[in-house]
């Protein structure tokens, strides 16, 4: 929630609402901002984005994780997860890059 707190979205707004999300490990509630923030790609070569997006707030998560939905709209396209190989959808086919290492906000 630190993260949260430092955007100005701890506590929650009193717009926010309690929704409950489906995980491997269970129903979990977490808070849902609608349209809450502006998110963009910084590549090293080109920033794409913004594109304005709901803000989700789970205590038991400490990355900054993006939907499928959010990840389309920015143009990403997965190559291979488990190396972070990834490139924007109008990028020439050969063209791979690197996903930056993770941020934790515990």
């Known amino acids: 929630m630190r993260l949260a707190r430092e955007m100005g979205l701890w506590p929650p707004p009193p717009d926010s609402r309690i ?3 489906e995980t491997a490990g269970g129903p979990v509630r977490n808070y849902v901002i609608r349209d809450a923030l502006e998110v ?6 080109r920033d794409v ?3 304005t997006c709901d803000a989700v707030i789970s205590n038991l998560e400490f990355e ?3 939907n499928d939905e959010l990840g389309g709209e920015l143009g990403i ?3 291979d997860l488990a ?3 990834w490139r924007f959808s109008d990028d020439p086919s050969d063209r ?3 996903s930056s290492p993770p941020q934790f906000w515990e």
């Open 49 to 51: 984005g913004p594109v």
């Open 77 to 79: 396209v997965l190559l």
């Open 19 to 21: 929704e409950v999300f």
């Open 83 to 85: 190396k972070g190989k």
């Open 64 to 66: 900054v994780l993006i």
């Open 96 to 98: 791979v890059r690197e």
């Open 40 to 45: 963009s790609v910084e590549a090293d070569d």
